[in-house]
């Protein structure tokens, strides 16, 4: 079980919206660490997508986008495309654990 | 253009130590980055194992009840994991990763599969 939650699939159409959610608690989100998003698709290295709650790294579209309040944070993909297809991560720092955690991952499917 | 490779054996017997090195080329190790050992399980999500700072601090998670530890070789820019008393439950593919210091893990290794099995 993971210490950030996530739901553990999402699907929309091409072109549409979708959002991706990721609940923590006092001790990680909710204690002003930043969330970080990842795109994984299996095989391959995980791609840093969002980090520091908001920041699109250099060549991420646009189409990507993040935000965090409290104890929870969210991505949010527009205009879904067949290529989205992933495994999504968010990912915080634990002062219970003093070491970095992950949410359990959510699939993407492009219907 | 920072690139990292993980390797070591594919397979390790139970009770015994796993061990990787991830080597890094187009940045120094020495940098101010914390070097990172990230793994996924069978049809589960990723789990942070553990970091290493150029001055050599280091953090672990606590949950591997002190079997993990990391170690560079600044002569061979390259950053190892050692992983005790292995069970099948360590079966992974394990990925080795950068942090920048406030930021996320930016430049990952494409993974290595280990089995732990007799």
Not at chain 1, 3 to 15: E, F, K, M, Y
Not at chain 1, 63 to 81: D, E, H, M, N, V
């Amino acid at each position: 079980q993971s210490v950030l939650t996530q739901p553990p699939s999402v699907s929309g159409a091409p072109g549409q919206r979708v959002t991706i959610s990721c609940t923590g608690t006092t001790s990680n989100i909710g204690a002003t660490y930043d969330v970080h998003w990842y795109q994984h698709l299996p095989g391959t290295a995980p791609k840093l997508l969002i980090y520091s709650n908001t920041k699109r790294p250099s060549g991420v579209p646009d189409r990507f986008s993040a935000s965090k309040s409290g104890t929870s944070a969210s991505l949010a993909i527009t205009g879904l495309q067949a290529g989205d297809e992933a495994d999504y991560y968010c990912q915080s720092y634990d002062n219970r654990i003093s070491g970095w955690v992950f949410g359990g991952g959510t699939k993407l499917t492009v219907l | 253009q920072v690139q990292l490779q993980g390797s070591g054996p594919g397979l390790v017997k139970p009770s015994e130590t796993l061990s990787l090195t991830c080597a890094v080329s187009g940045a120094s190790i020495s940098s101010s980055n914390w070097w990172n050992w990230v793994r996924q399980t069978p049809g589960k999500g990723l789990e942070w194992l553990g970091e290493i700072y150029h001055g050599g601090s280091t953090n672990y998670n606590p949950s591997l009840n002190g079997r993990v530890s990391l170690s560079m070789d600044r002569s061979k820019n390259q950053f190892s994991l050692r992983l005790t008393s292995v069970t099948a439950a360590d079966t992974a593919v394990y990925f080795c990763a950068r942090r920048p210091v406030a930021h996320g893990f930016d430049v990952w290794g494409r993974g290595t599969k280990v089995t732990v099995s007799s």
